[in-house]
């Protein structure tokens, strides 16, 4: 009851503030310029009065809400804000107003009655519409910050929001416009089911791919990835609907399909930085014309190797051992024998073990490949105890640096591309 009286007085309140405004124009303007015009003149003046109260109620409760959202310790409150959520609702106070106001002004001359109450079903359709978008891009902005795999998931169910909301919306708009009924707009369009599908087809493959991603929790925004399909590498700094955007390490961005992510090979390297190490794989081309069986000479000069010196003596024992009943041991090709390239595979195998940078803790590994027209290659397997880019690339390069100027030491010949001379500087 109380309510109810509540409202009443409220009502007769506006309706007699009407009263006043409507005598102040017509006396204002006077009384034949008055009556023309006075439908547009008291709906501009109500306008423009609606548009201030907006503007001190943005300024006042928006600042107010401002200085909340900068001292509190609530990321939600700033992340509101930040996206103009307090702001939309700020404006439906406005849209209220207008409301309270339309039937003791608007509805009180014919040709604008309509119009008016048409105008405030689309603006409220539009602020509705804006304010749900900035919930969701404030609410993706927060889950952005924590870079797990449910931020995919957020991202792609906001945004599949953000398109349900924006064609219902859109319908409702036009329905609206024309006076008609969103299900006979609706009927319209079953009969475009395919057109639409098609126009929708990146969104809801990027949606399911979303969801796939956040289930499976294969990539998150920030993970180092590879896009072998697209020869993309880089971070990835957003996942939406249609597209991922990848910075290349050189600065660019990239964009490659979210579905893409889901149907082809995509390398995480992320996983490989979370452990601290990374793997070097790469191999050493040897002109197979270098490789020999080791002489006295040889072996006198290997021993006073450090790293070796002690393996070659084991050797030696061993293969003496073994020759004992060899019958002709003036052909060397006869029994065991060391061999430059066997005794340099050692070599790399103990000077990687005792590298500091070096993982002791995964494998050390060093392999003959097939035999290639570019020589013998000798793949150095091993794993740096870094994964931070320049770093791993400073120790690769120590490395090969190291173990390519000590192949001369064993007599052996790094394999060289073949160049053709150019003809016509001949």
């Not at 979210?258 to 794989?281: P, Q, V």
């Amino acid at each position: 009851m109380f309510e109810n009286s509540s409202k009443l007085y409220s009502n007769k309140y506006i309706a007699d503030l009407a009263k006043v405004v409507r005598k102040q124009i017509k006396e204002l303007f006077g009384e034949s310029l008055g009556k023309a015009f006075l439908p547009f003149l008291e709906a501009f003046f109500w306008v423009a009065v609606l548009l201030l109260i907006d503007f001190i109620l943005q300024k006042t409760i928006g600042g107010l809400i401002g200085l909340l959202a900068k001292h509190s310790k609530f990321n939600w409150i700033k992340k509101f804000y930040a996206h103009k959520v307090f702001r939309t609702l700020i404006h439906f106070v406005t849209v209220w107003m207008l409301t309270e106001i339309n039937p003791y002004v608007f509805q009180k001359y014919h040709g604008i009655d309509k119009f008016a109450d048409k105008f405030i079903g689309l603006i409220i359709i539009l602020i509705i519409i804006r304010f749900i978008f900035r919930v969701i891009d404030a609410i993706i902005d927060i889950n952005d910050e924590r870079e797990n795999h449910a931020t995919v998931g957020v991202r792609a169910f906001g945004q599949m929001i953000k398109i349900f909301v924006a064609f219902f919306g859109a319908l409702t708009f036009i329905a609206t416009l024309i006076d008609t009924d969103v299900s006979k707009i609706l009927t319209v369009l079953g009969a475009l089911t395919a057109v639409v599908l098609l126009i929708f087809r990146d969104s809801i493959l990027g949606f399911v791919s979303g969801l796939q991603i956040a289930t499976s929790k294969s990539i998150k925004v920030g993970d180092w990835i590879s896009v072998s399909k697209y020869g993309v590498e880089g971070i990835v700094k957003e996942i939406n609907l249609a597209v991922t955007k990848i910075e290349k390490f050189d600065k660019s961005v990239s964009t490659v399909p979210t579905y893409d992510l889901i149907s082809s090979e995509i390398t995480n390297h992320s996983w490989m930085a979370a452990t601290n190490t990374r793997r070097i794989k790469r191999p050493i081309y040897f002109n197979v014309n270098s490789f020999q069986f080791c002489d006295d000479e040889m072996l006198k000069k290997f021993k006073k190797i450090d790293l070796i010196g002690s393996y070659i003596e084991l050797k030696l024992e061993e293969i003496q051992e073994s020759n004992k009943k060899v019958m002709h041991k003036d052909l060397v090709i006869n029994g065991r024998q060391l061999t430059n390239i066997g005794v340099f595979r050692k070599y790399v195998e103990n000077y990687l073990s005792n590298r500091t940078d070096v993982s002791k803790n995964d494998k050390i590994m060093v392999k003959q490949l097939e035999l290639t027209p570019q020589g013998m290659p000798l793949e150095i397997y091993c794993f740096a105890n870094t994964s931070e880019m320049t770093e791993f690339e400073r120790i690769q390069s120590d490395i090969f640096d190291h173990l390519i100027s000590a192949s001369k030491e064993f007599e052996l010949e790094i394999s060289q591309p073949f160049i053709y001379p150019n003809h016509d500087e001949a």
